[in-house]
């Protein structure tokens, strides 16, 4: 089992970048695949990035490809998402997921999660 916290949102405005952690607790994050999902008021939560806890294969959706960045120090028990060029719409509270699997963009495929960070970007 393991136990995930977010942290690092904040108000941003448009263009700008942030990074969001995710602290793991409990096994070793290394054996997990990390993935981040967001859910923006009114809309489903969608896939935003994974990294694989086998190969480190990373994936993105579409929406964030060349903006956004996951990695993860397995030393540490962190994960990261780094965002650049924030927009508007990238506004949402972000998730970070966990599961002792290959990667999946259902999050339906995590067993694991945090409780949210709150991502606001401004004009």
């Known amino acids: 089992q393991v136990q995930l916290e977010e942290s690092g949102g904040g108000l941003v405005q448009a263009g700008g970048s942030l990074r969001l952690s995710c602290a793991a607790s409990?096994?070793?994050?290394?054996?997990?695949?990390n993935a981040w999902f967001r859910q923006a008021p009114g809309k489903e939560r969608e896939f935003v990035a994974g990294?694989?806890?086998?190969?480190?294969?990373?994936y993105y959706a579409d929406s964030v490809k060349g903006r956004f960045t996951i990695s993860r120090d397995n030393a540490k028990n962190t994960g990261d998402l780094r965002m650049n060029s924030l927009k508007p719409e990238d506004t949402a509270v972000y998730y970070c997921?966990?599961?002792?699997?290959?990667?999946?963009?259902?999050?339906?495929?995590?067993?694991?999660w945090g409780q949210g960070t709150q991502v606001t970007v401004s004009l």
């Open positions: 997921a966990a599961t002792p699997g290959a990667f999946s963009q259902d999050d339906g495929a995590y067993a694991y």
């Open positions: 409990g096994r070793a994050f290394g054996y997990y695949t």
């Open positions: 990294i694989n806890w086998r190969s480190s294969s990373t």
